[in-house]
């Protein structure tokens, strides 16, 4: 497993997740209000030790390689996984994931998160544009997306754990836009 730079922002900290996190990681994820909206492949009802398996069977061989995986940390908190910022070479449409925890909802947290992962994909990675997607309907990670310039393309189906989600946003992020985007934010 190659090690991932760690980024601290205002109030958070953000490192590899590994399997010392399991724990904290099933505490915080294994809520059927935040995997209602994720992709079918995550099974519900998640199994027992699933983020175990997950972490060592997902995350570990590829960490660094074709994904890199940032376990979200309160700085007041530093050792309890509350989220996950996702990034992976291949699109399937999308280059990046997220989740966090439902009681740190609503507080900008992911967005605040996802900066500097952006900068680490476009500068370090040197992705050239990074393609997003969302249940529609999930309005907290549709507005990440807003808060952060991506731009939306379309609407097309897709199948989610929830059957009630039957179609998903796609946006994409270039490496031009985004840079023009943060040189606004100063």
């Known amino acids: 497993m190659a090690k991932l730079p760690i980024f601290a922002t205002e109030r958070l900290i953000l490192r590899e997740v590994t399997e010392a996190d399991a724990t904290a990681y099933e505490k915080n994820f294994v809520d059927y209000e ?3 909206q994720l992709a079918s492949v995550v099974p519900w009802p998640y199994p027992p030790g699933g983020v175990l398996d997950f972490i060592r069977h997902q995350i570990v061989p590829r960490q660094g390689n074709d994904r890199w995986v940032w376990g979200i940390f309160l700085k007041e908190q530093p050792s309890e996984i509350i989220g996950v910022v996702d990034l992976w070479r291949t699109g399937t449409p999308e280059n990046r994931g997220f989740w966090l925890g439902r009681r740190y909802w609503g507080k900008g947290i992911m967005t605040e998160a996802v900066f500097p992962i952006m900068d680490y994909a476009f500068d370090v ?9 969302n249940a529609v309907g999930n309005k907290r990670s549709r507005r990440v997306k807003e808060k952060t310039g ?6 097309e189906p897709g199948t989610f754990v929830s059957a009630s989600y039957t179609e998903r946003e796609i946006w994409e992020l270039t490496r031009d836009r985004w840079r023009e985007f943060k040189s606004r934010q100063t």
């Open 34 to 36: 935040i995997i209602s």
């Open 150 to 155: 991506a731009q939306f393309l379309r609407i």
């Open 125 to 133: 990675l040197g992705f050239e544009k990074l393609c997003f997607s």
